[in-house]
């Protein structure tokens, strides 16, 4: 009623409270400053009509003088606290401006709040900061600062603003305050449907947001263990340090972008000096792995490779992981696998993936049990996707579209590494090919004499040694096996290596029948019945695969065809599937033609060395028959010149008239001598020839020649 009141009788008063039994009379008197009714004064008796109107005057003198003290004690009230709000307010800029770190100036704010919105000894229960990202709220500061800890046990470190927490979907006052960017004063929080308690014994609690502009980025929240513990002054109080706190969130995003920018160039120069400093792949994509995980601030990196539709894994940071990934999930077929992971559908749409959870994930494979959030951007040359670079770590929500666009420039750096290291690889590689070609080509030419069999295991040694598969360390074995087409047979000729052999090697030489009926046949001799290549990625599914050499699991054949004819077939076998591609076939296909060239020169090289000793037996016989010719000719004179000299002393003897019975008995047996000589001239043997085999020509015409020079009529 803002006027005094006198009571004679409180028994029969209507308002009276009992408070005293042997209270019979009361006098009240209103309070006022100004116009307003601040309180009251009032005196109670035990007598019945104790108080007169003088009483009541000198109770209304001495109301006046409580309102004026009253008054003056609010005004020093509100002056303390305006003072506390400054000092809280400078603390704040003082913590703003004093750090660069986001989490410490949180942590001082939170403190400043819960200073702001006590008084004296009366403090707050305690203070908390969130900040939001999309739908997702996160308790980063507390007061006192073990308050945060407590927090996480009992509430978890995050609250998602659309699902809430528990089976009643609570997102707490705090959470309510973010979502819907208006403050919230709350004078009994057990009355309140989103309120979680972090301390049971908390009744009061006041939370305001925090803004950039429109935006909602975060709140700061105050709580108390009595009700009714805040007011306006104090929201206002607090709306003043949220100001504070999102200049300071601002300075802080403006710092950290700032440094992760000179961090991402710094990385992305680091990764471009890998580029340009080596040209071996393993070395360059081990170091990009490296640069994509302080990039983005992640647990760890990995870099997959695309072969054909399989994703292979070529490099991890750190570097433990890639064994690891290797073994528990192996490689990664995105046309055929059902579940192909975050890298494989980012692979297959040929787009970043920035996933905050990836429990959520339908194509997430479960590797690191402790992983959450995932970032994965494809690395493309052009359109085309050549591979995928991948960053994981514990937390949500740990990779932003900052650290989406870091990766992405550093994909690009990646694409260039593997096309420089591609390229390189396959010159080195068509080096190494060609120096096979040369060194067996070159053996081949100058060598005529050197046997099939060696000259064929140095063709295969080149082949093992220079041909290197797509994957892996290089060839496990090679072997050259040849065909009898008349036994329809083939036979093991050469292997390399022989030590990785010492099992097979009685199988050396042993024929084998090429006959499907029989049983298998094996991809050689596929290879000889189709007379094409064979290229076999993993034989342990090839029908007619016969097991040689227990690691293999890739293997190429070519056939050694001399035009319709098959000779053989040459093969390479590697211990990884799919290990060979069209580049090692036609580096192949080139030595098989020199195993051709090979099996031919030796039969080529017999057969010259058989016309050889034709041609030189043959010259042996002209230049014999022409010697034997000369001594003919020779003889038969001398048989002649006996012949006429016989004739001759013939008839002188018939001049003389004597008895010459005997002597020309004598002379007509020299006569006939004489003419069986010239008719059948015997050659006499020369001192080479006897006991000889073979004919030596120089020695024969040597000696001939003397003889003819010693004899008339050659002698002068």
């Not at 308002?15 to 307003?36: C, N, R």
């Not at 200049?247 to 580029?275: C, F, N, P, S």
């Not at 970043?352 to 493309?380: C, F, G, M, W």
């Amino acid at each position: 009623l803002s006027r005094p009141q006198r009571v004679a009788d409180v028994t029969k008063d209507p308002d009276y409270l009992f408070s005293h039994a042997e209270t019979h009379s009361e006098l009240a008197v209103p309070i006022k400053v100004g116009g307003m009714v601040i309180g009251a004064i009032n005196v109670e008796h035990r007598d019945y009509d104790a108080f007169d109107l003088e009483h009541q005057y000198a109770l209304e003198a001495l109301a006046a003088q409580a309102g004026i003290a009253i008054y003056n004690a609010q005004l020093y009230a509100g002056v303390q606290r305006q003072a506390a709000v400054l000092e809280a307010l400078y603390g704040a800029g003082r913590a703003v401006t004093g750090s660069v770190d986001l989490n410490e100036i949180l942590n001082r704010i939170a403190e400043q709040a819960a200073h702001l919105t006590g008084y004296k000894d009366d403090q707050t229960g305690f203070a908390n900061i969130m900040l939001a990202t999309g739908a997702k709220a996160s308790y980063v500061a507390s007061y006192p600062r073990q308050a945060l800890a407590k927090i996480y046990e009992t509430l978890g470190k995050e609250v998602d603003l659309n699902k809430g927490i528990g089976r009643e979907g609570r997102i707490g006052i705090i959470g309510r305050v973010i979502k819907t960017g208006t403050p919230q004063l709350v004078n009994d929080v057990t009355q309140n449907a989103d309120y979680l308690a972090a301390y049971q014994e908390i009744r009061s609690e006041l939370a305001v947001p925090i803004k950039i502009g429109d935006e909602v980025i975060g709140a700061i929240n105050v709580e108390h263990p009595k009700h009714y513990a805040f007011d306006q002054e104090h929201l206002q109080a607090l709306e003043h340090l949220a100001m504070q706190a999102t200049i300071a969130v601002r300075m802080a995003q403006l710092y950290e972008q700032e440094r992760r920018q000179v961090a991402a160039l710094e990385t992305l120069h680091r990764a471009g000096r890998a580029v340009t400093s080596s040209l071996n792949l393993d070395e360059i994509l081990s170091s990009i792995a490296e640069q994509a995980s302080v990039l983005t601030n992640a647990a760890f990196s990995n870099i997959e490779l695309l072969v054909g539709d399989e994703l292979v894994f070529k490099a991890a940071y750190p570097p433990e992981h890639l064994a690891k990934l290797r073994k528990s999930v192996s490689s990664i077929n995105i046309a055929r696998d059902k579940q192909i992971g975050v890298i494989g559908r980012a692979t297959r749409l040929g787009q970043s993936l920035r996933i905050d959870d990836v429990t959520q994930h339908p194509d997430y494979i479960n590797y690191e049990s402790s992983t959450h959030s995932q970032l994965a951007v494809p690395i493309k040359v052009g359109a085309q996707v050549i591979g995928v670079i991948s960053v994981e770590d514990p937390n949500y929500r740990a990779f932003d579209a900052e650290d989406q666009r870091d990766l992405e420039a550093l994909a690009a750096w990646a694409a260039s590494a593997i096309q420089n290291a591609r390229q390189y690889e396959t010159l080195r590689r068509q080096s190494q090919h060609q120096a096979a070609v040369y060194t067996a080509s070159k053996v081949i030419s100058t060598e005529l004499a050197i046997e099939q069999k060696k000259l064929l295991n140095l063709i295969l040694e080149q082949a093992v040694e220079r041909i290197k598969p797509t994957k892996g360390e290089g060839c496990c074995l090679g072997t050259i096996q040849l065909y009898n087409k008349f036994t329809n047979e083939i036979h093991i000729e050469g292997v390399y290596p022989l030590e990785a052999m010492k099992a097979k090697e009685n199988g050396l030489g042993e024929r084998r029948l090429l006959d499907r009926s029989a049983g298998k046949i094996g991809i050689s001799g596929r290879t000889i019945l189709e007379q094409k290549a064979q290229r076999v990625a993993d034989v342990q599914s090839d029908a007619d695969y016969l097991e040689f050499y227990p690691p293999t699991r890739a293997q190429l054949s070519v056939p050694l065809l001399e035009g319709d004819t098959i000779l053989g077939v040459l093969s390479l076998e590697s211990d990884q599937v799919d290990a060979f591609d069209e580049e090692n076939e036609q580096a192949l296909q080139a030595l098989a033609e020199l195993s051709i060239i090979a099996i031919q020169n030796p039969r080529q090289y017999q057969a010259l060395e058989n016309t050889k000793s034709q041609v030189a037996a043959r010259t042996s016989l002209a230049w014999m028959g022409m010697a034997s010719s000369i001594w003919r000719h020779t003889i038969a004179n001398h048989a002649t010149t006996i012949e006429d000299l016989v004739l001759l002393s013939l008839r002188e003897m018939k001049k003389v008239s004597l008895p010459l019975d005997r002597p020309t008995a004598y002379l007509n047996a020299i006569k006939e001598m004489a003419r069986k000589i010239r008719e059948a001239p015997i050659t006499a043997p020369l001192s080479v020839e006897e006991g000889a085999e073979s004919v030596a020509i120089n020695e024969l015409l040597r000696e001939r020649v003397k003889q003819l020079q010693q004899s008339e009529p050659f002698a002068s």
